[in-house]
């Protein structure tokens, strides 16, 4: 096994990034075939992970810890490290961004600078998930937040420049609020325990046993877990958070879209389970009902919005709203069978979201519109496509045998076992989740009959059907999905332990 494996994933982006750099700005090919195999590199390492990852054991695997930053009071360590968690959303990472390379070779404008950007990007993605100090993880995701910035503001759409400062204004100040409770835990933290850090390890084990609990009181730990869920909750996107999203993913290029479905938004769920639930777990417990309840409120908020979309791009964006509901409502669940499937439906809805937007991003460049009025009959002149875009739908609507399936039954299954005492309600709470899973079939399917199916516009008649190039990522991702949707156990045998650890800091 390669010392130090996981930082040389983590940086390799980094020194992607750096090689492109030297090369001229007209060496076009050349810079994309440095980002494709810098990407295809990462994404090897992190298969080589998956395939050391020990399922049985209980804990962080391939953990590094080194002092960093020592100026007395203040000590910063460089501590990652993986677990159940953390694996898949590792892998989900590095296929969804070599593929968005892939999706992206059709970008002639500034390329260098788009590339070197995806790569900056990819390496504060991949430090996110295997972070396990406060401040690390916090430069790390701010590190997520100028490259998509930048990407959105320069090769998107009409609206880039607004949809790109509204991106980085909310996820700034979602930013900006988990800073300051990361500041408030390291000195509470020290407060009660005499010993200073930014370990998300140290500090679950202060908050949970504090010496000092005058220091460390329920409202104050209250606090604090609402500080973060807000800061997650920007990030997921919960409402009312969530209006940045539509603009952001209608303005941005195909393969960013597919980054921030697919990725960036699984790291507000990954926040939240890692840090929230992870070291405030008695105070998830507490605010369960309130979890659970903006969970279907995005579930059917998202779906209602979707329904009534004319713009097939945008539909999608609120579908995601809608399906991160599902991460909510399993996590509120504080049950077995509902945290493994809001681990699922992280893990699904990034391949899923991102076939779906690679797909609308294959018919806008066809057609040159993706107004749902104005398409129709694409499977006859583009089958190969409309049937992709089709299974896509498939898949988010939760087809058995499909990864959304198995995502939406685990998570539902949690809720209708939650106790009563963590969830009250819960069976009301399912039921009314329910009503969103019958619209999101709902739109989808009114949406596919609109674009694929139906008369055919003439004007439509001689498109290009898929190129060879197209079928990399639609292949790839529609795949994985399949594979999750018919073999489960892939992913459930690596996040089994990491739950039931989680669960029995609550009792469950």
């Not at 096994?1 to 090369?23: D, E, S, Y």
């Not at 899973?437 to 059907?465: C, H, N, V």
């Amino acid at each position: 096994m390669i010392a130090n494996i996981l930082t040389l994933l983590v940086f390799l982006p980094l020194a992607g990034a750096l090689l492109i750099f030297t090369i001229p700005n007209e060496n076009k090919n050349v810079i994309r075939s440095i980002a494709t195999a810098t990407s295809l590199v990462a994404l090897l390492i992190s298969l080589i992970v998956w395939a050391n990852f020990d399922r049985g054991a209980s804990g962080l695997q391939f953990a590094q810890l080194v002092q960093w930053i020592d100026i007395g009071f203040l000590q910063l360590n460089y501590e990652i490290g993986i677990d159940g968690l953390s694996m898949p959303l590792l892998v989900l990472t590095t296929v969804v961004t070599a593929l968005a390379i892939f999706a992206s070779f059709s970008i002639e404008n500034r390329v260098k600078e788009f590339y070197i950007w995806t790569m900056v990007l990819l390496t504060g993605m991949l430090g996110v998930f295997v972070a396990l100090d406060m401040f690390l993880f916090f430069l790390f995701f701010e590190l997520t937040l100028i490259p998509m910035f930048f990407i959105i503001g320069i090769w998107g759409g009409k609206e880039k420049v607004y949809a790109s400062f509204k991106f980085l204004v909310y996820t700034g100040l979602g930013s900006a609020v988990m800073f300051i409770t990361f500041i408030v835990m390291f000195f509470k933290g020290a407060q009660a325990s005499g010993e200073a850090t930014f370990s998300m390890i140290q500090l679950a084990e202060v908050f949970a046993n504090p010496a000092n609990p005058e220091v460390l009181t329920s409202g104050v730990r209250a606090a604090l877990f609402l500080a973060l869920f807000v800061a997650f909750a920007v990030k997921l996107p919960v409402f009312p958070f969530h209006t940045w999203l539509p603009n952001a993913h209608v303005e941005a290029p195909t393969a960013a879209s597919m980054i921030l479905a697919g990725v960036l938004l699984k790291m507000g769920g990954y926040g939240l389970i890692r840090i929230g639930v992870g070291i405030f777990p008695d105070q998830a417990t507490r605010f369960a009902l309130l979890i659970a309840i903006l969970g279907v409120v995005n579930i059917i908020y998202g779906a209602l919005l979707a329904l009534v979309q004319t713009d097939l791009k945008r539909l999608v964006a609120f579908s995601s709203i809608s399906h991160m509901g599902i991460v909510l409502v399993g996590i509120a669940s504080f049950t077995a069978s509902g945290m493994q499937g809001a681990i699922f439906q992280l893990v699904s809805h990034g391949f899923i979201s991102a076939l779906l937007f690679f797909m609308v991003g294959a018919i806008y460049e066809r057609t040159k519109t993706r107004t749902i009025s104005e398409l129709g009959g694409l499977s006859k002149s583009v089958p190969v496509l409309a049937g992709f875009t089709l299974a896509a739908a498939m898949a988010s609507v939760g087809l058995p045998g499909l990864s959304g399936f198995v995502s939406e039954l685990l998570a539902f299954i949690g809720v209708f076992g939650a106790s009563a005492e963590i969830l009250p309600a819960a069976k009301t709470i399912g039921v009314i989740a329910g009503i969103g899973i019958i619209l999101t079939a709902a739109y989808l399917l009114w949406a596919m009959q609109r674009t694929t199916f139906g008369p055919m516009d003439e004007k439509y008649s001689g498109l290009p059907d898929a190129r060879p190039l197209e079928y990399i990522p639609m292949i790839g991702l529609l795949g994985f999905s399949i594979l999750i949707g018919v073999y489960p156990n892939i992913l459930s045998d690596v996040i089994n332990i990491t739950v039931l650890d989680i669960l029995s800091k609550i009792g469950g």
